[in-house]
Structures are given as structure tokens and as C-alpha cells.
């Protein structure tokens, strides 16, 4: 028997589900786009678990006595003491989300024509590593795009693509090594201690940096101690630290595993130039180094959040409902990404829509039917958020997925098994499910504002 979660409400927000014709209506005039839907046209919202956390009474509290100051704020040094009490870092630089982070760091640390390298590099990432003139490369192992097979750390870098990599193309064309964890793409996969450690002696070996792309570190740190041997026994807190022990610093919306709405940061080790000078960068982009685009409440619930998230019981609770969702659905025979990962249960739409092709976007065709069916909304993770190579042609995605991403401390399992009930009653007709083509697409970032019609 699952234990309840570790928490009672206080607050409750309504939702409303449209009647089926009034979602045709508003589907139509999003162009077929789930992102382009009003909020409160949707029923139960999938999108994405980036800032649409529940906070806790600790945090709303600390909202209440944040300082606005414009420089030196309290609330600042309240941030900067949580960060080297959770990772043992020196320097923190705080930004309004993760691409504000990626944005400053990236600008410092990659020259024109240098590649980065990552386990599986996010679309906002791989966006702004393009946008300095870097090559994001991925190194991901390659059981990650096999998602009926076990594994347990699917997010895991393979150590032999790496070495060979880094043979080919030199150290010197290589800006850093970014380890994303859970590894987003991979279906929030997790990447294990061992992993970690061996990635940052080959990357030293090289005079390489390493970095972690942190926004769902707790997560990571709870898959680690479940799975990993010799970690059943350490805390949270205990493997969070070791594993930032192996980079040299991080970038993270603070959005996901810091359970606020808004906020992000780069933490900095020990390199004091460093530093100084993603402060003085950031100061064009983000605004003051003492509060980095953030008002001093967020900045206080940040720094609380932090710490929140390393309880096990909440950390067990949170990843226990999304295998919940999981078990629901492959009980039923939909095809998932397996082991279920961290912060979403991943749907393999290529498999579960074996008569649409990659560019025709299977997972944007079955976020668009899930919608009509229940009013509950999901995003592609595939050929359409890929985008398009040099030469203008799409870039066909190594997995075609619907992912179905869980707020933290927001929804309950009645809300899950509504989910699974919409995507099994579609499995049943899929073969009426009809791909999609462009009516509008932006150059970069395509699918957020593009717009569709179906084939």
C-alpha cells in the first residue's frame, strides 16, 4: 500500500472542464497548438511541472518578509547561505528562471564553433548553446531510446561515446560537459552517482569543466538512493552533496525541484573570476547580482525551497504519484517510457500512433486528442520540438513522446487515474487519429507558437 502524501491542504483552486464542443472551439483558434490555449480552458494541466508548483506555508510565509531592497537584499544572503548549505558551493548568481542562467553562463564560457557536451541536452538549452555559436552534442547512453527496456539510470552518459568524442574533436574545441539531471529528454531519466563520477574524472583528465544542469537535483538524488548500491542508507542531503562534489558549478530554473513559480540561479563553486564576471553579465540581462530579475520574496521562497525538497517523505510521495500514473497506463497496455522517470510519465506516440509519421508529429497529434477528449493538457517531446537542421530539414527525433508532466503537490491520484482513463479510451480508436502539418512556424523554438491544421 502506497503511503499518503506527507501534507494536508489548505488551499483549494477550482478547475472547470469545458463541454467537448466549446474545447473543438478553442482548439481550433489555438491552431491546433496546446501551448496557445487559455489556462482556464484547460481541465487538468500536464504541460509542464516548471513553476506550477503548490508552496508550502513555510515558503508563503517567507513571501511575507521578503526585502525588496534593490541591493544587498536579506533575502539574497538568505539564498546565498541555502546554496552552500545544500551543495557546498561558494557563488551564487540568481536569475528570474533557467534560460536567464544558460543565458549568462553560456555567453561566458562558449567561444564560436566549440561544442558542449551533455547526456541530452533540453530545447531551451540546445537553443541557447546554438544562440552563442556553440554544438550542442548528446552522449546519452543508448538503451535511453529503447523505452520497453529496463534500466535503471537511463540518463546515464556513455562513457565510451565520451572518450571517443573527446579523441576526435580535441579538448580545446570543447567548451564544457553539461549533465542534465534527470535527463528531461530521456523521459526524466535519472543519471547515477557512478555515472557522475566517472564523466567528471574523464572530463578533469581533460581539463574539460563540468556542469549540471540542476532543476530536478532532488529528484535525481531520491532515484540515486532507490536504485544505486551503497546509497540506500545516505540522505538526500548527503547524496545532493556528493554529487555536486564532481562539477564545477551549476545552472537551474528553480522553477521544478526548488518548488517555486519563478526563479533560477548559477551556482559557482570556488572560481571567483568566474564569479565576478557572470555578476557583471548578468547585470545587462537580469538586472542587480543581488537579485538577479527576482523581487526579494521570491528570492526568499527559493531559498526555502531548497531545503523543502530534500525531505524523502515528500520526495517519495512526489515520484510515487507519477509511477502511480505510470503503472495505470502500461497496466492498460499503452506503451511508456520505462522505468518511469521523475517528473512525468512519458507516452511513446510513435508506438502508440504507429500510422503517422515523424513529420507528421505523432506526440503533437495525440497532445491534440488528449485535449478533445478530456480537456487535459501534455506537450510533445519529439520531431517537432527538434526543429530543423542547417540545411532546413526537420530533425527527426530519436523518440516521438507525449509527455505528461505532474506539478508537485498540486493534484491527486483521482486527477491521475482521470489521465489514464482519457489516454486508454483513445488507445482504443487511435487508428482515427489524424497527423498534423504546419500552417505557421517559427524559426526557433517552433513549438510554442506554431500553429497546425491536420493532414
Known amino acids: 500500500m502506497r503511503l499518503p502524501e506527507p501534507y494536508r491542504i489548505k488551499v483549494v483552486e477550482p478547475i472547470r472542464l469545458l463541454p467537448r464542443e466549446e474545447r473543438e472551439k478553442r482548439?481550433?483558434?489555438?491552431?491546433?497548438?496546446?501551448?496557445?490555449?487559455?489556462a482556464e480552458?484547460?481541465?487538468?494541466?500536464?504541460?509542464?511541472?516548471?513553476?506550477?508548483?503548490?508552496?508550502?506555508?513555510?515558503?508563503?510565509?517567507?513571501?511575507?518578509?521578503?526585502?525588496?531592497?534593490?541591493?544587498?537584499?536579506?533575502?539574497?544572503?538568505?539564498?546565498?547561505?541555502?546554496?552552500?548549505?545544500?551543495?557546498?558551493?561558494?557563488?551564487?548568481?540568481?536569475?528570474?528562471?533557467?534560460?536567464g542562467a544558460e543565458n549568462t553562463l553560456f555567453s561566458i564560457l562558449i567561444k564560436p564553433g566549440q561544442y558542449v557536451m551533455g547526456n541530452m541536452h533540453f530545447d531551451t538549452t540546445?537553443?541557447?548553446?546554438?544562440?552563442?555559436?556553440?554544438?550542442?552534442?548528446?552522449?546519452?547512453?543508448?538503451?535511453?531510446?529503447?523505452?520497453?527496456?529496463?534500466?535503471?539510470?537511463?540518463?546515464?552518459?556513455?562513457?565510451?561515446?565520451?572518450?571517443?568524442?573527446?579523441?576526435?574533436?580535441?579538448?580545446?574545441?570543447?567548451?564544457?560537459?553539461?549533465i542534465t539531471i534527470t535527463c528531461n529528454s530521456a523521459g526524466g531519466q535519472p543519471v547515477s552517482m557512478e555515472n557522475i563520477r566517472e564523466v567528471s574524472r574523464i572530463c578533469r583528465k581533460n581539463n574539460i569543466p563540468v556542469y549540471i544542469d540542476a532543476a530536478r537535483f532532488a529528484e535525481n538524488a531520491y532515484f540515486i538512493k532507490a536504485r544505486e548500491k551503497d546509497y540506500a542508507d545516505k540522505t538526500i542531503a548527503e547524496i545532493v552533496k556528493e554529487m555536486f562534489s564532481y562539477a564545477d558549478g551549476f545552472t537551474m530554473s528553480a522553477k521544478k525541484d526548488a518548488l517555486v513559480n519563478i526563479g533560477g540561479m548559477i551556482g559557482i563553486k570556488d572560481d571567483e573570476s568566474l564569479y565576478n564576471r557572470a555578476r557583471e553579465v548578468n547585470i545587462t540581462y537580469e538586472g542587480f547580482p543581488t537579485y538577479g530579475g527576482l523581487a526579494g520574496r521570491d528570492l526568499?521562497?527559493?531559498?526555502?525551497?531548497?531545503?523543502?525538497?530534500?525531505?524523502?517523505?515528500?520526495?517519495?510521495?512526489r515520484?510515487?504519484?507519477?509511477?502511480?500514473?505510470?503503472?495505470?497506463?502500461?497496466?492498460?497496455?499503452i506503451p511508456i517510457q520505462t522505468p518511469v522517470g521523475g517528473h512525468a510519465v512519458f507516452v511513446d506516440a510513435g508506438k502508440f500512433l504507429p500510422h503517422i509519421e515523424a513529420e507528421e508529429f505523432p506526440g503533437e497529434a495525440l497532445a491534440v486528442e488528449l485535449y478533445l477528449e478530456s480537456g487535459v493538457r501534455a506537450v510533445e517531446v519529439g520531431t517537432c520540438m527538434m526543429g530543423r537542421d542547417a540545411e532546413g530539414k526537420n530533425i527527426i527525433a530519436p523518440m516521438e513522446l507525449l509527455r505528461l508532466t505532474i506539478p508537485r503537490r498540486v493534484y491527486t491520484d483521482n486527477h491521475m487515474g482521470y489521465v489514464a482513463k482519457s489516454l486508454i479510451d483513445i488507445y482504443g480508436k487511435r487508428e482515427t487519429v489524424r497527423g498534423l502539418k504546419f500552417t505557421y512556424e517559427p524559426p526557433i523554438l517552433r513549438h510554442f507558437l506554431a500553429r497546425f491544421e491536420r493532414v
Do not use: C
Open 41 to 99: 480552458d484547460v481541465f487538468i494541466d500536464l504541460l509542464t511541472d516548471s513553476g506550477t508548483n503548490a508552496m508550502s506555508d513555510n515558503q508563503w510565509s517567507g513571501i511575507m518578509i521578503g526585502d525588496e531592497s534593490y541591493a544587498g537584499s536579506r533575502s539574497f544572503y538568505h539564498l546565498e547561505a541555502a546554496v552552500k548549505e545544500v551543495f557546498e558551493y561558494n557563488y551564487v548568481v540568481p536569475t528570474h528562471q533557467g534560460r
Open 300 to 317: 526568499e521562497a527559493v531559498a526555502r525551497g531548497l531545503k523543502e525538497v530534500l525531505d524523502v517523505d515528500y520526495l517519495r510521495a
Open 319 to 333: 515520484i510515487g504519484q507519477v509511477e502511480y500514473l505510470g503503472k495505470l497506463l502500461s497496466d492498460a497496455g
Open 126 to 178: 540546445e537553443a541557447h548553446i546554438r544562440l552563442k555559436k556553440g554544438i550542442p552534442i548528446n552522449l546519452v547512453v543508448d538503451d535511453a531510446f529503447d523505452t520497453s527496456k529496463y534500466h535503471p539510470f537511463k540518463g546515464n552518459v556513455d562513457l565510451g561515446k565520451l572518450e571517443r568524442f573527446i579523441a576526435e574533436k580535441k579538448p580545446e574545441n570543447i567548451a564544457f560537459m553539461l
Open 27 to 38: 482548439l481550433e483558434a489555438a491552431g491546433l497548438n496546446v501551448f496557445a490555449l487559455k
